[in-house]
């Protein structure tokens, strides 16, 4: 008889969730993604009451995360999604670039189910491993009915690919969905919901994503990140110009404003064809209102997710 119990595909890509350490007693010493998806999700008795399928898709500290991982996690996120009996997805990854891959899958996905990405703070040897209950939690989170888009759940919140970001070294609680709030959050295995799930907004069609996507890492667009700050100048602007990038992507001062030297090089580059966009180096709010820049501003987009957003509207 053919088995109708919706199916969770757990797809592993590395990070602390699966690292490790000599001692259970070091939080800080130790190796990123050293065990597989599958030891991860064997470790954690209740999740034996669900419909499992896990694959490795990388394995790698996220701070190494590149262009080739990215797709081949795309295509088989698009994959599963078209599978009828796959109720959602799990995808366990490191927290350091953790927010740039989910909104990466936000913007590439048609994701009408729940793509749910979960990490851990502390390494699976701790003695405060918090990845088996992220993970218990994602997969409750990729059950919910009627929930979809690309979601985040750490310390029992959910985040979403938009507005989640890291803001602490250390604590467990790592993440924030800053003044937008969390999406719901998972308590004992029940999700409460808090407000609307994401919208799904794909940069391309479901059927283009393979096409789109370069296979060759070098063959993405080149798109950079460049600073304001005191004492700045166009150096960095002006060498990156010199180098051929597609795009900058400034990191600015409160409301999306330039240091002068700054402002001037972004601009003669945007005339040149360099494609820019001004991001928010502030931790919280978007940059507001009408500005006389005639660079464009990445409103409530981090400087990382404008980096992205800049790559895919240049495939
Ligand atoms: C990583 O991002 O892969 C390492 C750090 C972490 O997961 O917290």
Known sequence: MQNKTPVVVVLGTGGTIAGTARSASDNVGYTAAQLGVADLVAAVPALSAFNLEVEQVAQLDSKDMGFGVWRDLALRCAHHLARAEVAGIVITHGTDTLEETAYFLHRVLHANKPVV??????????????????????????????????????????????????????QLDALTSGDSGALARVEEGAVRQLRAWPPTEPVFAADKLASTLPTQESAWPQVHIVSSHAGATALPVKALVAAGVH??????????????????????????GVKVLRATRCNDGCIVGISDSPLPAARALNVVKARIESMLQAL
């Not at 218990?136 to 690309?150: E, F, I, R, W």
């Not at 795009?247 to 090089?265: F, P, Y």
């Open 117 to 170: 990405l979960t990490a851990a703070m502390r390494p699976a040897t701790s003695t405060q491993a918090d990845g088996p209950q992220n993970l218990l939690d994602s997969v409750a989170l990729a059950l919910t009915q009627g929930a979809h888009g690309v979601m985040v759940v750490m310390a029992g919140t959910v985040h979403g690919a938009v507005e989640v970001r890291k803001v602490h070294t250390y």
């Open 247 to 272: 795009g900058l992507v400034v990191s600015a001062t409160g409301n999306g404003t330039l240091h002068h030297a700054v402002e001037a090089a972004l601009i003669e580059a945007q005339a040149a």
